[in-house]
């Protein structure tokens, strides 16, 4: 059973850092797309920032270019979220989903929850405070 299991999120002030972290358990071929969501309260989900399992081609939001990172450890089937400079609006709950097996992340600087993402996890929430 695949599973992705979020940690790391929490409380902080403006201009400070987190980072997230998602395991992926139970899945064992082909390579595909690991994505990062998040939520706002009375918003849609959005993507925030999508990597591919194979190769390291990264696509971010443009809100939060230049300030979040996203990588893969293949070896701990883990992926992270570095959020740095985090400002009040990046409030959320954050999701991590995989879109497995896939052959390419969303293009362009916006996507919401395709189809093509077929496992998620539960969500976690990250507070900046002003």
């Known amino acids: 059973q695949v599973q992705l299991t979020e940690s790391g999120g929490g409380s902080v002030h403006a201009g400070g850092s987190m980072r997230l972290s998602c395991v992926l358990s139970?899945?064992?071929?082909?390579?595909?797309?690991m994505s990062w969501f998040r939520q706002a309260a009375g918003k849609e989900r959005e993507g925030v920032a999508s990597?591919?399992?194979?190769?390291?081609?990264?696509v971010y939001a443009n809100s939060v270019k230049g300030r979040f990172t996203i990588s893969l450890d293949n070896a701990k089937n883990t992926m992270y979220l570095q959020m740095n400079n985090l400002k009040p609006e990046d409030t959320a709950m954050y999701y991590c989903a995989a879109a497995l097996p896939w052959p390419s992340c969303p293009r362009g600087e916006t996507w919401g929850p395709s189809t093509e993402f077929n496992y998620w996890g539960q969500g976690i929430q990250v507070t900046v405070s002003s």
């Open positions: 990597i591919k399992t194979d190769v390291p081609n990264t």
């Open positions: 139970g899945y064992t071929s082909g390579s595909g797309c």
